[in-house]
Nanobody, 125 residues
Framework: QVQLVESGGGSVQAGGSLRLSCAAS?????????LVWFRQAPGKEREGVAAIDYDGSISYADSVKGRFTISKENIKNTLYLQMNSLKPEDTAMYYCAADNRYLLHTLDKDMYTYWGQGAQVTVSS
């Protein structure tokens, strides 16, 4: 059974940093799946933040380029999102998602099959 569990959310002041983790289980190996972080703020659509495909290729949303870094640790079957220089507009519920297909590191939410339950990130000014 596939399971994605996020952790590491919390509250931070603007300019601060947080690191989100997503523990993946139920896959044959994390090296053969596409992984992505999405976020959703109240009243807004879910948007892609960063994606990493199984060949290591990466995409970032323009709004987080230069501030966020996506990475994965294959031995631990864990996906990370390092978030630096956080802004109040980064406040949202953050979700990790995955799929068994090679998705060209797309940030299209409709392409991903498996989802975690989310982790709240709140950035105060």
């Amino acid at each position: 059974q596939v399971q994605l569990v996020e952790s590491g959310g919390g509250s931070v002041q603007a300019g601060g940093s947080l690191r989100l983790s997503c523990a993946a289980s139920g896959f044959t190996k994390i090296t053969s799946i596409a992984l992505v972080w999405f976020r959703q703020a109240p009243g807004k659509e879910r948007e892609g933040v960063a994606a990493i495909d199984y060949d290591g290729s990466i995409s970032y949303a323009d709004s987080v380029k230069g501030r966020f870094t996506i990475s994965k640790e294959n031995i631990k079957n864990t996906l990370y999102l390092q978030m630096n220089s956080l802004k109040p507009e980064d406040t949202a519920m953050y979700y990790c998602a995955a799929d068994n297909r090679y998705l060209l590191h797309t940030l299209d939410k409709d392409m991903y099959t498996y989802w975690g339950q989310g982790a709240q990130v709140t950035v105060s000014s």
